[in-house]
């Protein structure tokens, strides 16, 4: 496989579930992140991780953890989610931090009931 | 004043016009500037980035960056149906707050 890939590409779950989002990266990447996007507004920047260490969090809510194993993997755990929560979820790499081109996932479309 | 403002359109163009998209910005020690093409339902890929003053072309599009008056544009020649998308523009500042704002998006048409 090459570039970023997402899974679930589709999630739908109640407000008390507990499910996490995938992310990988073929791209050799050292940077990768968490973005929410909703309609109407703009890309909101939620993670970033440069070499499997977080160097930021944009003030988000602390049902959404994020966890970086290695620098190919992220993924973000979500728990008791709000319905305003329901948006499209995309996962993007670059190189080595944010003043570089990123490259997305096709995301995982969120829908909470 | 939004950090990076981008006109929604829609901006609709015949096939095989020009089509022009600016995206201005409010902090001038911005540094890196990014063109994003998104189609409905899928996710945003890059199409151009730019850095320094002036043009950089890459096959039909041309990114134009004017730091002194703070807009970076998108020009799309020969313009094709298959362009028609929202083009995101974002800008990274590397100052002692990091960040990349991006902007809303501007809805390109082309009509065959």
């Known amino acids: 496989e090459t570039g970023v890939t997402q899974t679930p590409r589709h999630l739908v779950m109640g407000m008390t579930n507990k499910k996490s989002l995938k992310c990988e990266q073929h791209?050799?990447?050292?940077?990768m992140y968490w973005y929410k996007q909703s309609a109407k507004k703009p890309l909101e920047l939620m993670f970033v991780?440069?070499?499997?260490?977080?160097?930021e969090n944009n003030s988000v809510p602390s049902r959404f953890s994020p966890e970086c194993p290695n620098s190919s993997h992220l993924f973000l755990h979500l728990h008791t989610l709000q319905p305003e929560d329901s948006a499209l979820y995309l996962c993007?790499?670059?190189?080595?931090?944010?003043?570089?081109?990123?490259?997305f996932g096709d995301g995982t479309r969120l829908s909470i009931l | 004043q939004k950090e990076v403002e981008q006109n929604s359109g829609p901006l609709s163009v015949p096939e095989g016009a020009i089509a022009s998209l600016n995206c201005t910005y409010s902090?001038?020690?911005?540094?890196?500037f990014f063109w994003y093409r998104q189609y409905s339902g899928k996710s945003p890929e890059l199409i151009m980035f730019?850095?320094s003053n002036g043009d950089k072309e890459d096959g039909r599009f041309t990114a134009q960056l004017n730091k002194a008056s703070q807009y970076v544009s998108l020009l799309i020649r020969d313009s094709q149906p298959s362009d028609s998308a929202t083009y995101l523009c974002?800008?990274?500042?590397?100052?002692?707050?990091?960040?990349?704002?991006w902007g809303l998006g501007t809805s390109l048409g082309v009509n065959p």
């Open positions: 993007a790499s670059s190189q080595d931090g944010l003043s570089q081109p990123q490259h």
């Open positions: 902090d001038r020690g911005s540094q890196s």
């Open positions: 974002a800008v990274y500042n590397a100052g002692n707050n990091r960040k990349l704002i």
């Open positions: 991780y440069s070499l499997e260490e977080r160097v």
């Open positions: 730019i850095y």
């Open positions: 791209l050799g990447h050292n940077a």
